[in-house]
Antibody, heavy 123, light 113 residues
Framework: EVQLLQSGGGLIQPGGSLRLSCVASGFTFSHYAMSWVRQAPGKGLEWVSTVSGSGESTFHADSVKGRFTISRDNSKNTLYLQINSLRAEDTAIYYC????????????????WGQGTTVTVSS | DIVMTQSPDSLAVSLGERATINCKSSQSLLYSSKNKNYLAWYQEKPGQPPKLLIYWASSRESGVPDRFSASGSGTDFTLTISSLQAEDVAVYYCQQYYATPFTFGPGTKVDIK
């Protein structure tokens, strides 16, 4: 069974840092691009970041560029999101998601999602 | 950035009746050389992660009931629930993956009338 198990959320003060993790199982992790998507309280879905299967290519939303870094360790089947300089507006549920198709590139739907992890930025 | 809009914002449909959600993109999502529209539809229920329903604008994900169908090309797309069931109460999002930043529509809330 394809699964994504997330960890790493919590209550963080503004300006703080956090690393989210997403451990994958049930598929050949390195063959698939992976993404992070977030949902602020009462709001819709917002794409955050995507990384190619090899990890060589990364993409970030302008709202997080320079503060968030997506990465992956294919030897550990794990996706990461390093979040720095946290702001109140980063408060959200963060989901990791798997690309719907394997191969090069990142332009795919997201067919499997993690359970979500909550990040709350507050003093 | 590609802007995604959805209509209506919400709708209430009687059980067994049809529900139709529209999605429009600010630029074409059709990649001509591949003849594919880079659009997906997701269903989100409270307390659950989003679930992929449709990819490439009209391909139903495995395990999704066939009462869910989708169509459209270019900039205009539609998700149809042919016979609404109680378990279909949710928020539905369209999303383009044609270009980064990947963008979602604002969502359409579907309820029972």
């Amino acid at each position: 069974e394809v699964q994504l198990l997330q960890s790493g959320g919590g209550l963080i003060q503004p300006g703080g840092s956090l690393r989210l993790s997403c451990v994958a199982s049930g598929f050949t992790f390195s063959h698939y691009a992976m993404s992070w998507v977030r949902q602020a309280p009462g709001k819709g879905l917002e794409w955050v970041s995507t990384v190619s299967g090899s990890g060589e290519s990364t993409f970030h939303a302008d709202s997080v560029k320079g503060r968030f870094t997506i990465s992956r360790d294919n030897s550990k089947n794990t996706l990461y999101l390093q979040i720095n300089s946290l702001r109140a507006e980063d408060t959200a549920i963060y989901y990791c998601a798997k690309a719907g198709s394997s191969g090069n590139g990142v332009y795919f739907d997201m067919d499997v999602w993690g359970q979500g992890t909550t990040v709350t930025v507050s003093s | 950035d590609i802007v995604m809009t959805q209509s209506p914002d919400s709708l209430a449909v009687s059980l067994g009746e049809r529900a139709t959600i529209n999605c429009k993109s600010s630029q074409s999502l059709l990649y001509s050389s591949k003849n594919k529209n880079y659009l997906a539809w997701y269903q989100e229920k409270p307390g659950q992660p989003p679930k992929l329903l449709i990819y490439w604008a009209s391909s139903r994900e495995s395990g999704v009931p066939d009462r869910f169908s989708a169509s459209g090309s270019g900039t205009d797309f539609t998700l149809t629930i042919s016979s609404l069931q109680a378990e279909d109460v949710a928020v539905y999002y369209c999303q383009q993956y044609y270009a980064t930043p990947f963008t979602f529509g604002p969502g359409t809330k579907v309820d029972i009338k």
